[in-house]
């Protein structure tokens, strides 16, 4: 076993609840793990409610790596060499798994420094969770869609620049696209005067159900503020957006609300480009959902098929700011 001092394993420690970014969270655990370690490889899967564990990132040989490594989770975790470690979130509920692989097994020392490290990282990432997490609906909060977004654009635009370095004669397999929705519910005033607060957070949490049921767990649902949501969605082309917002139109028209009986939302949408600024997009999705209040509600529009229609007119922020 490799001796590392008191002072040396506090200040990797240290280093790794020094961030706020879950996914920088899971490369420093497997890096720290690296060093205090040094396995063949490790790699951490997400739990979810799939029959099959996701692959999230593994570092071998002292370099992350984000491709899949070869065989499934179950053959793996049951490989000759391979500890599995359970990484636990809310209620002690398990979330995911590290898994990780040495030809010398583990000594008793390196067993209970890792057992001692994945209880500080489960408590520490259970409050990173609470932190980004709507405390009535249990979505994302405004704050977590902020940093979200820089990530969604800064992604787009890579893979942007990484098709114009490409060969000419490349051209894209799919056209898929990110799109932002914005979605308010009609007359929520009317519910919390009407009925009570009570049941206009019932009105709330069960939306937020209903939205969960329309959309993709890899899909990214925020609670906005107030009666507002916002969805960042990832699909094939036009159709498909067009067909998943309408869904969500349909599905919560067609719930029965306690006390409340019927609820509407109206539905802005606008596509997410490679030259999207945050500041643009919520403004154009704002437009197209204040085209759809204005216009009677209960519907869904698209900003640029509004301007394509010249239903409305296309005004470009300015702004000094730096966003990026």
């Known amino acids: 076993m490799t001796t590392i001092s008191p002072d040396e394993i506090v200040r990797r420690i240290a280093a790794l609840t020094d961030l706020r970014d879950i996914d920088m969270l899971e490369t420093s655990l497997l890096k720290t793990v690296n060093e205090l370690i040094a396995p063949d490889w490790a790699a951490i899967y997400h739990a979810g409610s799939d029959v099959d ?42 979330i995911g798994y590290l898994l990780l692989s040495r030809t010398k097994p583990l000594q008793t020392g390196e067993q209970q420094m890792m057992a001692g490290l994945f209880r500080i990282y489960d408590n520490y990432l259970t409050v990173l969770k609470d932190s980004q997490i709507d405390r009535l609906t249990g979505l994302l909060n405004r704050h977590t869609f902020d940093v979200q977004l820089d990530k969604a654009l800064n992604l787009i635009r890579r893979t942007h620049l990484e098709e114009q370095k490409g060969d000419d004669q490349r051209r894209p397999t799919a056209d898929g696209a990110f799109f932002l929705g914005e979605i308010d519910i009609d007359h929520f005033k009317q519910v919390n005067d009407n009925f009570g607060h009570l049941y206009g957070d019932e009105v709330l949490l069960m939306i937020a159900g209903i939205l969960r049921h329309c959309f993709r767990k890899h899909d990214l649902i925020y609670r906005f503020g107030g009666e507002e949501f916002v969805v960042i969605v990832y699909v094939d082309n036009l159709a498909d957006a067009e067909g998943t917002f309408e869904r969500l139109r349909r599905s919560v028209e067609n719930h029965a609300f306690p006390q409340v009986g019927r609820v509407t939302v109206s539905i802005g949408v606008t596509r997410i480009m490679d030259t999207s600024v945050p500041v643009e997009l919520l403004g154009h999705a704002d437009q197209a959902l204040y085209h759809a209040k204005n216009d009677g509600r209960n519907q869904v529009c698209f900003y640029e098929e509004l301007i394509a229609t010249g239903k409305l007119t296309s005004h470009r922020v300015e702004s000094d700011v730096v966003l990026f």
């Open 53 to 94: 564990t996701e692959f999230s990132l593994a570092i071998r040989a002292g370099e992350l790596v984000s491709e899949r490594l070869p065989g499934g989770f179950a053959e793996l975790s049951g490989a000759s060499g391979v500890t599995v470690f359970s990484i636990r979130g809310h209620h002690h509920n398990i």
